[in-house]
């Protein structure tokens, strides 16, 4: 089973004007709300492939049920830890730019964090956890490392889609994948990566620490897989750029997506490019139709 990890879920509330008036009266011509999270997105878009997961991570309050209800009225399976607090809302307002407000979040209490640490101890070897996104302040900033340690030792695959400074602590505990984009790769080793060849050089020095697989994003560029000794680069297919934001937890859906209906590595791989793509190129997360249409698109190079 894929297990997905949000430490910090939201409700995204988006507000769309025509335009925006700083403080004045400002009224919306079209509203919507949705769970929000990198988790919770990788979760949404397995679901979208037909391939099941389970969200874990904290809620609590209105909107810990919002997000509960939603999840599963898209049977996605839920089981977050309650908390005493409510889980935030992050509000979107698009006009002629867009403005956000995020939310800080419920406090986490200790034994929150030990039931939801109780959960991920409880997975095996057939099992693989998705860590995305950042850690809650109320949270220790050592609580991926001490959830990769433990899967390290019962054999739980680990997937880490985070900040540098969640990533970097890990990398010797050989997480199953991470995925950086080109800017994040060249943050880790404090240089700009713009070329394919710069990204392949920085991606084996992440394989180096004993990182199974390193999945690179960038952009109109393409994507690179490292795995084992091979170097597979993803095109990318024609469209128009609605949205960035989900892609990249479109891509790692897909890639999973793929190895759990058996599927190669390299299959895998196309699969998981046509989902950040049609994310892209999508007003919120991909159709399955947008995938299946982009993945007939997509050459796949072994280099």
Known sequence: MIYTLTLNPSVDY???LDSFQKGGLNRSSMESAFPGGKGINVSRVLNILNVSSVALGFAGGFTGEYIKQFLGKDDVRTDFVEVEEASRINVKVKADDETEINGRG????????????DRISSLTGDDIV??????PGSVPKTFYQEITAQCQIQGTRVVIDAEKNLIQPVLDLKPFLIKPNHHELGEMFDTEIDTIEEAVHYGKKLKVYGVENVMVSMAEKGALLLNGDEVYYSSVPEGELKSSVGAGDSTVAGFLAGLSRGWSVEESFRLGTSAGSATAYSIGLCSKDKVESLFEEIQITKL
Not at 106 to 112: D, K, Q, R, T
């Open 14 to 16: 988006i507000m769309e």
């Open 106 to 117: 419920p406090s986490i209490a200790e034994e929150h964090i030990g039931q939801l640490f």
């Open 130 to 135: 998705v860590l995305a996104g950042s850690i």
